[in-house]
């Protein structure tokens, strides 16, 4: 499967930004979907993921309240929204496709098995 991300951009302090990551290739609801960021000088960390149905969500306590994520299994598309954002939350942003997405190592960037491109979130203060 290939990843497409997009949406990023510059946003001041506050603000929002929605992220979007189209897929194609195999079936796109095979896979559990996850957001991870890597921010100047810091290891890639998991923000948020979903199950293959959309049904289960999950999310790092430093985005939970803020981020949304959800899914268009017709679209073949997984969304970010990101709201109150933070100069902290400037990173790139890469989505990644698991295909033995199980619910429990979600977090964990090497489950993925499809890497997106990654697309620059700058938050300004």
């Known amino acids: 499967v290939q990843l497409q991300a997009s949406g990023g951009g510059l946003v001041q302090a506050g603000g929002s930004l929605r992220l979007s990551c189209a897929a194609s290739?195999?079936?796109?609801?095979?896979?559990?979907m996850g957001w991870f960021r890597q921010a100047p000088g810091k290891e890639r960390e998991f923000v948020a993921a979903?199950?293959?149905?959309?049904?289960?969500?999950y999310y790092a306590d430093s985005v939970k309240g803020r981020f949304t994520i959800s899914r268009d299994n017709a679209r073949n598309t997984v969304y970010l929204q990101m709201n109150s954002l933070k100069p902290e939350d400037t990173a790139v942003y890469y989505c990644?496709?698991?295909?033995?997405?199980?619910?429990?190592?979600?977090?964990?960037?090497?489950?993925?098995?499809?890497w997106g491109q990654g697309t620059q979130v700058t938050v300004s203060s």
């Open positions: 979903i199950s293959r149905s959309g049904g289960s969500t």
């Open positions: 990644a496709a698991d295909l033995q997405f199980s619910g429990t190592y979600y977090y964990t960037d090497s489950e993925y098995d499809y």
């Open positions: 290739g195999r079936t796109f609801s095979s896979y559990g």
